[in-house]
């Protein structure tokens, strides 16, 4: 059975930083480009980050580019996304999602977290 | 940016009506699109890939139909467990608009 268990998330003031983990079990890490969405409260999904399974192939939303950086450690099957110079307005639910395909990235998103909530207020 | 818009935002109906949601792209996503649904405080859940392929598991009273720019999410006969919020996903490429705004689809 796939599970993802993300850690790390937090209160923290504007222009702070954060480090998300993602813990992964049941299938193959280093395979599956692995992928942050967030979820601000209310509101519906926005797609962060993406680290492809194989070489060091990452892409970011405009939104968060050259603030957010994703990493994995397939050794111990985990995601990161360290989060820097944050802003009010990156408040939401970060969820780990597992790519359902391995070949040429992207696919849909067979495996979801449960959830971490970052809030970034003053 | 491929941008995804989804139609009705919300939708109201019963239990075993028939209900569709259209999303559209701004530009050709072949099939490379898939569905979900999501319950408050919950994980979303994949429903379709490939604009039409169900998932293991998802009843067969859900469907997706749809190619290129315009995509339709039917289910068959409302069920107590599917009220919720239904995303589309592009997945052609990486963009900020990969999924749609979202249809609550609530009881009437």
């Known amino acids: 059975e796939v599970q993802l268990l993300e850690s790390g998330g937090a209160l923290v003031q504007p222009g702070g930083s954060l480090r998300l983990s993602c813990v992964a079990s049941?299938?193959?890490?280093?395979?599956?480009?692995m992928s942050w969405v967030r979820q601000a409260p209310g509101k519906g999904l926005e797609w962060v980050s993406t680290?492809?399974?194989?070489?060091?192939?990452?892409y970011y939303a405009d939104s968060v580019m050259g603030r957010f950086t994703i990493s994995r450690d397939n050794s111990k099957n985990t995601l990161f996304l360290q989060m820097d110079s944050l802003k009010v307005e990156d408040t939401a639910i970060y969820y780990c999602a597992k790519e359902k395909g391995y070949a040429v990235p992207p696919y849909s998103f067979d495996n979801w977290g449960q959830g971490t909530l970052v809030t970034v207020s003053s | 940016d491929i941008q995804m818009t989804q139609s009705p935002s919300t939708l109201s109906a019963s239990v075993g009506d028939r209900v569709s949601i259209t999303c559209r792209a701004s530009q050709s996503v072949s099939t490379w699109l898939a569905w979900y649904h999501q319950k408050p405080g919950k994980a979303p859940k994949l429903l379709i890939s490939k604009a039409s392929s169900l998932e293991s598991g998802v009843p067969s009273r859900f469907s997706g139909s749809g190619s290129g720019t315009e995509f339709t999410l039917t289910i068959s006969s409302l069920q107590p467990d599917d009220f919720a919020t239904y995303y589309c996903q592009q997945y052609k490429t990486y963009s900020p608009g990969m999924f749609g705004q979202g249809t609550k689809v609530e009881i009437k």
């Open positions: 680290f492809i399974g194989s070489g060091d192939t990452t």
């Open positions: 049941g299938f193959t890490f280093s395979t599956y480009a």
